[in-house]
């Protein structure tokens, strides 16, 4: 059974730092997806990486998946309150039509 | 596309009850999954359907979980009877079956039994 570890678990920054989390699995990713889950809400998509090495911004998120594919960083770049949330990782498994979720980061950012 | 649609959002129950969660997928989605989720367990996925017919239980916790997908517009999680370690939010998600464009989730049941 895959794990997928995403550290930390928690962080908590003001308003304009820059933070990195990770997401490392135990086994190489098919391909990687990056979901922030809002507070009241469902997690939604920010992103979808394939290739070892590839990296992706979206606006002041930078997404990269390793070259071996068994790890992912997302960094953020003068971290907003509206950042605030869980951030997790999900591996498009194989042949299974199916996500398999990393443990989430949870992230809270202060004015 | 209004998304997917859950109801009710917020359902608070007496032990013993029974619970019936409702979901409305993307229309041309064929998968669709329902999650649970707990700050101690994070997301767990409980069942999903492919083209209606269910794939994968092994996530259902109990036999007092069961969870239905009569057509391609509609599926149903029941609980019956509830017990208080059942409260949690309760997602469901559908995608396309090469989940290239990934979940698109609801907003979540938030489900308390006391």
């Known amino acids: 059974t895959q794990l997928l570890e995403q550290s930390p678990q928690f962080l908590s920054i003001q308003e304009g730092e820059n933070l990195t989390v990770y997401c490392n699995s135990s086994?190489?990713?098919?391909?990687l997806q990056w979901y922030r889950q809002e507070p009241g809400e469902g997690p939604v998509l920010l992103v979808t990486?394939?290739?070892?090495?590839e990296v992706k911004k979206l606006k002041r998120l930078t997404f990269q998946f390793g070259d071996a594919r068994k790890d992912s960083s997302l960094h953020i770049t003068a971290a907003q309150p509206g950042d605030t949330g869980l951030y997790l990782c999900?591996?498009?498994?194989?042949?299974?039509?199916?996500?398999?979720f990393g443990t989430g980061t949870r992230l809270q950012v202060t004015l | 596309d209004a998304g997917v649609i859950q109801s009710p959002r917020h359902e608070v129950t007496e032990m013993g009850q029974e619970v019936t969660l409702r979901c409305k997928p993307i229309?041309?989605?064929?998968?669709l999954f329902w999650y649970r989720q707990t700050m101690m367990r994070g997301l767990e996925l409980l069942i999903y359907?492919?083209?209606?017919?269910?794939?994968?239980d092994s996530g259902m916790p109990e036999d007092r979980f069961s969870a239905k997908m009569p057509n391609a517009s509609f599926s149903t999680l029941k609980i019956q009877p509830s017990e208080p370690r059942d409260s949690a939010v309760y997602f469901c998600?559908?995608?396309?079956?090469?989940?290239?464009?990934?979940?698109?989730f609801g907003s979540g049941t938030r489900l308390t039994v006391v």
């Open positions: 998600a559908s995608s396309s079956v090469t989940l290239r464009g990934g979940y698109t």
């Open positions: 086994s190489v990713f098919s391909s």
């Open positions: 990486v394939v290739t070892g090495g």
């Open positions: 999900a591996d498009v498994g194989g042949t299974a039509s199916k996500l398999t």
């Open positions: 229309s041309g989605h064929n998968s």
């Open positions: 359907f492919n083209n209606n017919v269910p794939i994968d």
